[in-house]
């Protein structure tokens, strides 16, 4: 239990920060040297003036030569889930009375006994002295200082945490430097454990990294061929492992590490480190780190006494050289193999951050046909082509040949975009004197996306690589979490949809769009629909997966194509002239080489007029590739049908991509819409979509409106148009029809 507090007699409750009139600190300017790292400083308090008096006083100072960075808790509770979030917090500002008048105490202990953290260092504060903690409590729970928030001048406040962090400073560095120790006194043995040169030079990474208190990021190199050639990484440097120095991005280090191995010594700057290992089978070995500080004495005598253990250790690297290449390296290209790849994709899986990344994998097409035709030496030299134009076009990725004609591209989204790897087949190859066109299909999966090993993601991929080899030679697909639904089940829906479609048991319905200010209807969208031969609708979200899947979806979107314009046209027949017809396209049938083709030719077969015939594809499509979409959306702009964004606000789209794309109209997403009247955010993004499209010069509609209250909001904030449920729900051909003539002027 922790220490009991009580209140005074008498004692006010008055728990306000307020820093007397004085003189400003004189802190001095940055040095232009000093380091980007912060100190944390977590303030605990119930009262957000403290949080905001306290950042004020101190916000712009500097100490021990970093900035402070604030983390703000206003309950004992929010602070553990930031301590137990947020790595590196040096001190902890903590009230000591907030939900109860010991919750400051309990958190104290919970710091130091639940979480472990001795190194950080506790100011209590508070507004209220009477309740003030027993010195057993102070002393017991390694409390650093306790103050009344009334004393704490600015520059109390000021001195109060710099002589903290000063103690945590020291207590960090000492357990660093034990730590240290400890390790390079084991470093012997287990290096001599270890059989992989990537194990074996990681590890010296690692030891290295403890010496100089900081994480391992950096390589480790050998000379090979009159050139350094990095054995192991790590951190950012990971990618370089078993490549070329040359390809390492700091000039500076390449420098270092070749002037050590020219000269047989460790070479050290104020910025950097290479640290020289003699290797007893002839080859020298260097690691290569960048500094995050300048070395010390004391650390610079560590590195020696782990250069002299670690050089015996390092010289089984020679000794397994060849069978590295063997096990991790394809004999034909000298590109990384399966093997490595998987490797590669364990250890990026397994870091904390890899947003960002995708996996490509590269099929050459009709690979197979050239090789029987033209024999296996000429599919041999093939091969060899490729691999040196992806190493010479995308030498700073990851990159690999895992079997066949299968190539593999890892590295950022940008770099493995489908447009970026297909460009690099646009121009021939020369094989044997003969130009040589090769395409390639792409197979796809981001990292971010994607839950297990770097075999799964292989596996995954690969699977993304089947599905694009069966829509379409040359194009490509990303994997996705819906190709993880049970395999029987998509293969019985995907059966029963073909039947079905050729049956006729697909339909459409409409749902009409309304004009707001004059309660007229303008439109309406078509919406596909499954009534299966059991008589049971299939929800769209169940069948339309599994066309886009299967492909059918490119001939069921031209029958939608196709029956919507139709309508369209029987709907003007009627009367229904200034009426426009909103058609939702799938991805895969709006980036199918022919789409445009049949788009013109069911405006020209229907006679429906462009003018009024309205394309709907979604924001996420609209994010993916965007400059090829523009490509696209240009040849449909052409034949003058307008095009509309659907589930604007969902996709977080780049304002750019937008303008590039030009569109014609933003669809509010309908889960904005609900949250209009019973929630700020969700007006505030309606109003920010709607004021989007009247910047930008684009009409906006609001969809899945159910009350005349969500109409009325939409209005008064300037939405235009708008559809749900409030006007009517999708409606058949003939029930659309009865439903406008009871509205026709």
């Known amino acids: 239990m922790p220490a009991s507090i009580t209140p005074a007699d008498g004692a006010e409750a008055h728990d306000d920060l307020v820093f007397l009139d004085e003189a400003p600190l004189e802190t001095g300017a940055p040095k232009p040297h000093a380091r980007r790292d912060t100190w944390r400083i977590l303030i605990v308090d119930d009262d957000a003036d403290v949080h905001t008096t306290t950042t004020f006083a101190l916000g712009n100072l500097e100490l021990l030569g970093r900035p402070l960075e604030f983390l703000h808790a206003y309950s004992a509770a929010e602070a553990r889930e930031v301590l137990a979030r947020v790595p590196g917090i040096a001190v902890v500002l903590l009230d000591v009375v907030m939900e109860q008048p010991d919750a400051g105490l309990h958190l104290v202990r919970h710091i130091r006994e639940t979480l472990g953290l001795l190194e950080l260092r506790i100011i209590l504060r508070t507004g209220q002295p009477g309740y003030a903690p027993e010195m057993d409590a102070i002393r017991d729970l390694d409390i650093n200082d306790y103050r009344t928030k009334s004393e704490l001048t600015r520059t109390k406040l000021y001195t109060t945490v710099a002589a903290a962090l000063r103690g945590y400073q020291q207590l960090h560095a000492l357990q660093r430097g034990q730590a240290a120790l400890k390790r390079i006194a084991c470093i012997g043995a287990e290096l001599m454990a270890l059989q992989e040169p990537r194990a074996i030079a990681r590890a010296v990474l690692a030891h290295a990294a403890g010496v100089l208190l900081q994480e391992p990021d950096g390589v480790l190199c050998v000379n090979e061929n009159e050139a350094p050639h990095v054995l192991g990484a790590a951190g950012a440097c990971v990618d370089l492992e078993g490549r070329p120095l040359h390809h390492h991005p700091d000039p500076a280090v390449r420098e270092l590490v070749a002037r050590a191995l020219r000269e047989r010594a460790s070479q050290y700057t104020a910025e950097r480190l290479a640290l020289y290992f003699a290797g007893k089978s002839g080859r020298d070995f260097v690691v290569g780190v960048g500094l995050r500080e300048p070395l010390t004495e004391g650390r610079r005598r560590l590195l020696e006494v782990l250069a002299s253990v670690v050089a015996v250790g390092v010289d089984n690297l020679e000794l397994v050289g060849r069978l590295n290449r063997a096990a991790f390296f394809d004999p034909l290209t000298g590109l990384p193999n399966r093997t490595c790849l998987v490797e590669q994709l364990d250890h990026l899986l397994a870091a904390p951050r890899r947003a960002g990344t995708t996996l490509a994998l590269v099929d050459l097409d009709h690979f197979a046909e ?243 015939v309205e394309l709907e594809i979604t924001e996420s499509m609209a994010m993916e590739d965007p400059r090829h979409l523009a490509e696209i959306l240009a040849a449909v702009k052409q034949t003058g049908v307008s095009i509309a964004i659907d589930d604007f606000g969902t996709g977080f789209s780049s304002l750019s991509h937008l303008q590039r794309l030009q569109v014609d109209r933003l669809k509010i997403d309908r889960a904005f819409v609900s949250e209009i009247t019973g929630s700020a955010r969700g007006s505030n993004i309606a109003e920010m979509v709607i004021q989007l499209g009247r910047n930008l010069g684009l009409s906006v509609i609001a969809e899945g409106v159910e009350d005349e209250r969500q109409a009325q909001i939409l209005h008064a904030l300037g939405c235009p148009l708008a559809q749900g449920y409030l006007f009517a729900r999708p409606l058949s051909p003939d029930d659309l029809r009865a439903w406008l003539g009871e509205r026709k002027a």
């Not at 699977?463 to 379409?472: E, N, V």
């Open 370 to 612: 050239s090789n029987d035709a033209l024999g296996h030496q000429f599919g041999d030299l093939l091969l060899v082509a490729v691999a040196q134009r992806l190493e010479h076009q995308l030498g700073h990725l990851a990159l690999a040949r895992i079997g066949g004609d299968i190539f593999a591209v890892l590295g950022d989204d940008a770099s493995c975009a489908p447009a970026a790897l297909h460009a690099l087949f646009k121009t021939p190859f020369s094989i044997d004197g003969q130009d040589v066109q090769v395409s390639s299909t792409l197979g796809l999966v981001r990292l971010d996306e994607h839950d297990g090993s770097g075999t799964d993601a292989l596996k995954d991929a690969d699977i993304a690589l089947k599905r694009a080899k069966t829509r379409r030679r040359g194009g490509h697909f990303y994997f996705s979490r819906s190709m993880g639904v049970e395999i029987r089940e998509r293969v019985r829906l995907m059966h029963a949809l073909r039947t079905g479609f050729r049956r006729g048991e697909l339909f459409l319905v409409y749902q009409p769009q309304i004009d707001l200010a004059s309660n007229r209807p303008c439109g309406a969208e078509a919406l596909l629909r499954w009534r299966g031969a059991d008589g049971q609708l299939v929800p769209p979200d169940r069948f339309i997966p599994i066309a886009e899947y299967s492909g059918l979806i490119v001939e069921i979107g031209a029958w939608v194509l196709r029956e919507a314009c139709a309508e369209l046209m029987r709907l003007r027949a009627e009367g229904f002239r200034a009426f426009t017809m909103s058609i939702n396209v799938s991805q895969a049938q709006f980036r199918h080489p022919q789409f445009v083709e049949v788009l013109r030719r069911v405006l020209d077969d229907t006679g429906a007029p462009p003018a009024y």
